[in-house]
């Protein structure tokens, strides 16, 4: 007798729910993803063995460029209904008998980026989205005794948001008389504990030293 062949059919893979997965999980890193900001100033920062991860919420950053410029940055807290950075620059304006509408409040807020613009030339660096422009005005937040910006901002900081951590990054070609400023200034508004923005180099370990 002959053989009964069973029909056979080649098998059909529905990719519809995959795609329909694929496309769900783009849109919400998409959505949910945060940009990094572009620094004003390329800071070449020095190497470390440290891996201590930076926090994410509560930090002033201190940021010290190669041409002995120094840069400020807050973040708004772990909640951002908390609006840490305007209230911060409204104690400035205050400071400077400076007012700054609503408007202006909103873009420092939304601005992410470290700034580096004397308080008496912010409404002009807020009402241009030119970056030439905001380039010119970034010429360091004054720190001298004369004039102490800086020692401002991180006053008012610390009196908005108590829990406020201070970092500090610098570029490995920096001067230290400028550091020595910007720790002093620190140390002057109670700011005695701080941590160091640094890359994370690898560590060769040779063989002795392993069977050590």
């Not at 209904?81 to 400071?95: A, D, S, T, V, Y």
């Amino acid at each position: 007798m002959p053989k009964i062949k069973l029909p056979t059919k080649s098998p059909h893979i529905d990719m519809t729910p995959m795609v329909d997965l694929f496309s769900l999980l783009l849109t919400f890193f998409m959505l949910t993803a945060v940009l990094v900001p572009q620094e004003p100033a390329p800071v070449d920062t020095p190497f470390s063995v440290s891996e201590k991860p930076s926090p994410m919420a509560n930090i002033m950053t201190v940021v010290l460029s190669e041409d002995n410029r120094v840069f400020f940055n807050v973040d708004n807290g772990p909640d951002t209904i908390l609006h840490f950075r305007p209230k911060i620059l409204q104690e400035m304006g205050k400071r400077y008998n400076i007012v700054f509408t609503p408007q202006e409040l909103r873009m420092f807020e939304k601005y992410g980026s470290s700034f580096g613009v004397s308080i008496h030339d912010m409404k002009k660096f807020l009402g241009t989205n030119d970056t030439k422009v905001r380039a010119s005005l970034e010429k360091g937040i004054p720190h001298d005794s004369i004039d102490n910006q800086f020692g401002y901002w991180v006053l008012y900081t610390r009196q908005i948001n108590p829990a406020v951590q201070a970092m500090i990054k610098g570029d490995s070609n920096v001067e230290y008389p400028i550091v020595k400023k910007v720790l002093n200034v620190l140390q002057d508004y109670n700011v005695n504990r701080f941590s160091l923005i640094t890359n994370l180099e690898a560590v060769k370990v040779e063989l002795t030293d392993a069977k050590k």
